[in-house]
Nanobody
Framework: VQLQAFGGGLVQPGGSLRLSCAASGRTFSTLTMGWFRQAPGKEREFVAIRRRGDGNTFYTGSVKGRFTISRDNAKNTVYLQMNSLKPEDTAVYYC????????????????????WGQGTLVTVSS
C-alpha cells in the first residue's frame, strides 16, 4: 500500500486546513485509516482514526471538536479537516493505515499501523 499525504501549509491561528491522503495498492475499504503528527523535538502522536467497516472514529483529546476525519472509499482517500487551528497544532502530519480494526486504546500505538505516508507540514503561526 502506498500512501501520499498532501494539503499542509502555513495558516494563521483560528484558520482551517484540510489534509488529504490518497491510498493505492490495496482495496481501500479493507483499511483502517488514521492520522498522526510529530512536532519538532517530540514523539509522534495519535490524532484520529476512522475504522474500516463500522466507520467509528476516535480522536485525541486536544483536537476533539476541531478536527474531523472522513474517508471516501470511491476515491481511496482519507481526509482530516482541521478547524480552529492553534500554534500547538504545528507539526508534520502523517497518514497511516492498518488492516486491523483496533479498539480506541490500541489505535493510539503507531506500531500497529503497517503503512505510512511521507508526511505533510502544517504550520500555525501569525
Amino acid at each position: 500500500v502506498q500512501l501520499q499525504a498532501f494539503g499542509g501549509g502555513l495558516v494563521q491561528p483560528g484558520g482551517s486546513l484540510r489534509l488529504s491522503c490518497a491510498a493505492s495498492g490495496r482495496t481501500f475499504s479493507t483499511l483502517t485509516m488514521g492520522w498522526f503528527r510529530q512536532a519538532p523535538g517530540k514523539e509522534r502522536e495519535f490524532v484520529a482514526i476512522r475504522r474500516r467497516g463500522d466507520g467509528n472514529t476516535f480522536y485525541t483529546g486536544s483536537v476533539k471538536g476541531r478536527f474531523t476525519i472522513s474517508r471516501d472509499n470511491a476515491k481511496n482517500t482519507v481526509y482530516l479537516q482541521m478547524n480552529s487551528l492553534k500554534p500547538e497544532d504545528t507539526a508534520v502530519y502523517y497518514c497511516a493505515a492498518t488492516s486491523l480494526n483496533p479498539a480506541q486504546s490500541t489505535a493510539l500505538t503507531p506500531s500497529i499501523y503497517e503503512y505510512w505516508g511521507q508526511g505533510t507540514l502544517v504550520t500555525v503561526s501569525s
